[in-house]
Structures are given as structure tokens and as C-alpha cells.
């Protein structure tokens, strides 16, 4: 028994939690299917693979930028609390349960495979880390409510299972929309707040311009590259903070804010401020790092996956992790996390003056990294149903979500609650609270509650995908017909688009051109 709970806890940690493996094994998949030559389907696996090894390293590179910009937050707000960070809170949860957490996730995995064969929900969450993240937490919480090994694995596999297929379902219209085509979903438990940022920019931007159009003075042309106005901006944001913190902390703090990053401890006024510069260069490098990984794995995976969807799962789509959207607005990915972490400052003000003090919750600070992805994303897709004032709406209100939802759910994390930290995204929060507070039923009938909870989420899946999603409603429909038709895209920045004319064919006789050198 004990070699098949090192073989879980192998596929586990270094096969299923890695999407880059994840992404490579299913793109090759999906090429024999396509019955591809023996080197399309190593390149094309091998291309995939780098393609989300390029986002993780762009993640990375975004998660170093922003460490030292909330140390700097947090000296100048003065805040203390909480802050929701997947990766930290698993860590310590698989220290004591990390073969049911395997077990579980490998189960919940299979379950979703077979409700995407046999179900409407055809689609392959292919976000690993996302799944050992709901996995642990639906350990952790079915553990806490004092449930036996067995039926934390059977139950959390099977919740996890309807989750994997269920949240793409319901984001999928508003995916549509966002994407332009019906060749991937979102697969990121962010889904709640994507959902509300739809909504919200289908409620308040009918006749909102796009983030995209933005019409810049001639002077201001080079900000129409993504790259360039996220540089620029972060930098700006960056040097306002340093000065504050060195104002308000001294010298002697404000010099060791970079020390665990590449510039460590500043030697003086100037280049304590310089290297404030180069963080705010270093985060505009991660994001255009992100945008490529994410085109990568696009041109190799949509195709591949045409092969899994005739041989496994008819009409199957992969349902992939947030960035996948960013390339679609990029101004509104910006726009988004700015209006998402100001929606987690004025979350944390609430907290801080009334529901701590009338309620107990735990005062959340807002992490800049939960904000960045899953705000980004919120961005746009309210930016796609509601323009800029959709996407800073919808944003605002993600930031919301994530600050709220992770308070009420340590209150269900037993021991777990005391961390100092806890899950951060918006479907961990709600979900996490809903079976925990079930869960206080105790034996049999918590689960029964438990698994009744699961079956209504999977019959509305069902219910949006059959009435909603097949039928084709567009969310931003009622916006289209009230906005005037776009200009013809250019094909590069200020570039005007010629006419295209059908080539004429030359009169007989004519002499063929010399072909080129």
C-alpha cells in the first residue's frame, strides 16, 4: 500500500500539480489522435510545454515585482492582517495532509474526465495548480468538520470533480465574448469574480468605449504598446510608493525594501530610487513575458485538442488558467488590477471600522499577486461586455470578492485559520464557506448535505449550458447594438489600412516576371 501512495503523491506533485507537464502530455495526446508525424507531436508537445513554462516564468517575474511594492503598502497604510496566498497556505496543509490531498485530486480529476464525457459540461480543466489548490482545500475543510480519510477522498473527489466542469460552464458565455470564438474556456477558480465583471459592465457600460480604443494625442502614440504603458505605469505607481515609504519609515527601512530582490539593499537616496525604477521596468518585462507564453500555447493546444474532442470527448474544450484572456485587452488587464486592488483597499477600510468590530472578521490586506491575475482578468472581461467603465467596475468589484470571501472562510479552516494567511481566489471563498458551514452537521448528514450541495451546482451547470450557453446568448449583445461600428483594425499602431482589391490577372501574352531572388 505504501508504493501506490508514493505513486499518487508522484503523480501529484511533479506531474499533475506541473501544468507545463499537464499541458505537454495532453497537447501530444491530441496530435497522435490527429495522427500527427512522430516529430509534429514532440515539437508541438515540447512547444506547448514552453508555452507555459513562459507563463509560470512571467508569473514569477510578476510575484518578485510586487513583493517589495507591498512591503512599501503596508508601511504607509500601516495595515496588519491577512494575506491570501494559494501557494503558502497549501504549503503548510501538506505537511499533515498530503496523501489524502493526492488521492483526492487524482480522483477528482477522473470524475471530471467522465461528467465531461457523459455530461453537457465538455470541458478538460487543464489549470493544475489550480486543482491541487481546491483539492486541499476541500481536504482541509471535510478533515475539519472531523470527517474520516475515505470519505474526505470519495466526497472532496467527487466535489472536486463537478467544480473542474461547472465553473467553465458558467464563465463560458462571458468567455465567448471576451475571446471572439468557442475554442477555449476558463479553467481558474477566479470564476465567481469574472462572472460579477461581466455582469457588472453588461449593467453599467452600454456606451462604454473599449479599453482598446483609447485615442491618444499624437505625442502620446508609444503608450498604445501594452508593454510600454504597463512599464510605465508600474513605475510611476513604484516611485510615488518609495518616496511615501522612505518619508514615513526612514532610511534605514526604506533601504532594505528590494534586499530578497535582484537590487538588494540600496546604498543611498538615489539608488534606493532606481531600483524603484527598474521594478516598475522588471513588471512591463513580465507581463509582455506572459502575453507571448500565452500565443504559444494557444497555436499548438487548440489544435491538438481537435484530437481529444473526436476520440475521448466529443466537443470537448480545454479550460486553461487566467492569463489566457490577457492578450485579448490588454489596457483593460492594467486598468483591471489597479481598479481591483483599490476595490481590496476599500474592503479593507470596511473590515477595519465595521464588520471586524461588529462580526470578528479577520482584517484581509489585498495581495498584489491574486489581485494582478485574477483583477487583470476581471478587467477584461468587463471591459469586453461594459468598456472602460465596465472594466473598472468589474474589476473593483472582484477586488471585493477577494477580500471578503477569504474572511468568511477562515472561519470554517479550524486550525487552519490561525496561518496568517489563507486560499485567495474568489470560488475558494464562497465554495470553501458554503461546504464548511455544511460540514457542521457532522457525519452522515454533513455529507449529505455536503454532496447535495455538489449536485446543485452540477445541475445548474447543466441548466447554463443547456439554456444559455448552447443557445448562444452573447452578454454584451445590448452594448453592440448601441455602440457605433469600430474602425478597421490597422495592422500596425497609426498605420492606415489599404484597400484590398482582387489582383488582376495580366493580359494574354504578357511576359512572366524573374521569379524573386
Do not use: C
Not at 220 to 234: C, E, I, K, Q, Y
Not at 469 to 484: C, E, I, Q, S, Y
Amino acid at each position: 500500500m505504501g508504493w501506490l501512495v508514493t505513486l499518487a503523491k508522484f503523480l501529484v506533485n511533479e506531474i499533475l500539480s506541473e501544468p507545463a507537464y499537464l499541458i505537454g502530455i495532453i497537447t501530444a495526446v491530441g496530435l497522435i489522435a490527429l495522427r500527427k508525424s512522430a516529430g509534429q507531436i514532440i515539437g508541438g508537445a515540447i512547444k506547448a510545454t514552453l508555452g507555459f513554462l513562459l507563463i509560470g516564468a512571467g508569473a514569477g517575474l510578476v510575484t518578485n515585482s510586487l513583493a517589495p511594492l507591498g512591503t512599501m503598502i503596508q508601511g504607509v497604510t500601516g495595515a496588519h492582517g491577512v494575506i491570501p496566498t494559494n501557494e503558502a497556505i497549501v504549503g503548510i496543509a501538506q505537511d499533515r495532509f498530503g496523501s489524502r490531498v493526492a488521492w483526492l485530486m487524482i480522483l477528482g480529476f477522473v470524475v471530471s474526465l467522465l461528467l465531461a464525457r457523459f455530461t453537457p459540461l465538455r470541458y478538460v480543466f487543464l489549470t493544475g495548480h489550480h486543482m491541487l489548490f481546491m483539492a486541499t482545500l476541500l481536504t482541509v475543510v471535510l478533515a475539519g468538520a472531523g470527517q474520516p480519510t475515505v470519505a474526505v477522498v470519495a466526497v472532496g473527489g467527487v466535489l472536486l470533480g463537478i467544480l473542474l466542469v461547472a465553473m467553465p460552464a458558467f464563465a463560458h458565455p462571458w468567455t465567448k465574448r471576451v475571446t471572439g470564438n468557442d475554442t477555449v474556456a476558463i479553467g481558474h477558480f477566479g470564476t465567481a469574480g469574472y462572472i460579477v465583471a461581466g455582469a457588472a459592465g453588461r449593467a453599467v457600460g452600454k456606451r462604454s468605449r473599449s479599453t482598446e480604443e483609447m485615442k491618444l494625442p499624437e505625442g502620446l502614440r508609444f503608450l498604445r504598446d501594452s508593454m510600454v504603458a504597463t512599464a510605465l505605469s508600474m513605475l510611476l505607481i513604484y516611485l510615488a510608493l518609495a518616496v511615501a515609504f522612505l518619508a514615513k519609515e526612514g532610511k534605514k527601512a526604506a533601504f532594505k525594501a528590494f534586499a530578497d530582490g535582484s537590487g538588494g539593499v540600496a546604498t543611498g537616496t538615489g539608488n534606493y530610487l532606481m531600483q524603484s525604477v527598474m521594478q516598475g521596468l522588471q513588471f512591463g518585462i513580465a507581463v509582455a513575458v506572459i502575453l507571448f507564453g500565452v500565443r504559444t500555447i494557444l497555436g499548438e493546444l487548440v489544435p491538438a485538442f481537435q484530437g481529444i474532442a473526436r476520440k475521448v470527448v466529443p466537443g470537448a474544450l480545454p479550460a486553461l488558467d487566467a492569463p489566457i484572456v490577457f492578450p485579448y485587452a490588454q489596457n483593460a488587464v492594467l486598468i483591471g488590477f489597479l481598479s481591483s486592488f483599490t476595490g481590496g483597499l476599500v474592503s479593507l477600510g470596511l473590515l477595519t471600522w465595521i464588520f471586524n468590530p461588529a462580526f470578528g472578521l479577520v482584517l484581509v490586506l489585498p495581495g498584489l499577486v491574486p489581485h494582478f491575475f485574477t483583477g487583470g482578468a476581471a478587467g477584461v472581461y468587463g471591459n469586453a461586455t461594459g468598456g472602460r467603465r465596465g472594466a473598472v467596475v468589474g474589476a473593483f468589484l472582484n477586488g471585493v470578492l477577494i477580500t471578503f470571501l477569504p474572511a468568511l472562510l477562515l472561519k470554517v479552516l479550524g486550525a487552519f485559520g490561525d496561518q496568517n494567511t489563507t486560499f485567495g481566489d474568489a470560488d475558494f471563498g464562497w465554495f470553501g464557506a458554503l461546504i464548511g458551514n455544511a460540514g457542521k452537521a457532522g457525519g452522515a448528514a454533513g455529507l449529505v448535505v455536503i454532496l447535495l450541495i455538489g449536485l446543485a451546482v452540477l445541475g445548474a451547470a447543466v441548466l447554463v449550458q443547456k439554456r444559455v450557453v448552447d443557445t448562444g446568448w452573447d452578454p454584451g449583445a445590448a452594448r453592440d447594438a448601441l455602440m457605433p461600428a469600430p474602425p478597421a483594425a490597422s495592422a500596425e499602431v497609426g498605420a492606415a489600412v489599404p484597400a484590398a482589391f482582387a489582383r488582376i490577372p495580366p493580359p494574354a501574352g504578357a511576359p512572366v516576371p524573374p521569379p524573386p531572388r
